[in-house]
């Protein structure tokens, strides 16, 4: 459904459709007062292609946002793991940690290039925190950022927050 909106979008505004930011396709979708805002300039050009542009932007900024958080958290991760002295947690508990990322909905295929660098693009990714969970689960000093239960609070890992 989305890809044919997309296309009925892009013919209706007269743009090609691989200039139509995904993110202005969903709004559109979305929000009915920006696809009638949309609409109703599609005889401007000037209006569209702004639009367009202001689209692009922010998901380029938002986009390297999330790349900045990501190597910012790398960066404490490793820090914090080399002040525990580089150690491991043992198999069992990597292989228990590992079971419960593979059970959580919160889970993807790494994409991107910042995964790529580090060597986590065959892995898969909590898009809780954006942490590679082959490289998480192996650490101590790492734990699950999703709390699953209140009494008493404890994470997806089955272990305490800290």
Known sequence: MFLRFKRLLSETLSVEESRLPDRLV???????????????????????????????????????????????????????????????????????????????????KAKGILYSISGASNSHICNICGCPINRKAMLPTEQCPDIVSYNPPLTRWNEEPY
Not at 49 to 73: C, G, P, Q, V
Not at 93 to 104: N, Y
Request: glycine share 4%; aromatic share 14%.
């Open 26 to 108: 969903d709004k559109a979708l979305t929000d009915t007062l920006f696809f009638n805002t949309l609409i109703a300039n599609r005889e401007n050009p000037a209006f569209i292609s702004a639009i367009i542009e202001r689209e692009w932007s922010e998901a380029d900024y938002n986009r390297h946002k999330t790349e900045y958080y990501l190597i910012l958290k790398g960066i404490k991760s490793l820090l914090k793991w080399s002040a525990f002295g580089f150690g491991k947690v043992s198999r069992e508990l990597f292989k228990k940690r590992i079971g419960f990322c593979k059970m959580c909905p919160n889970l993807s």
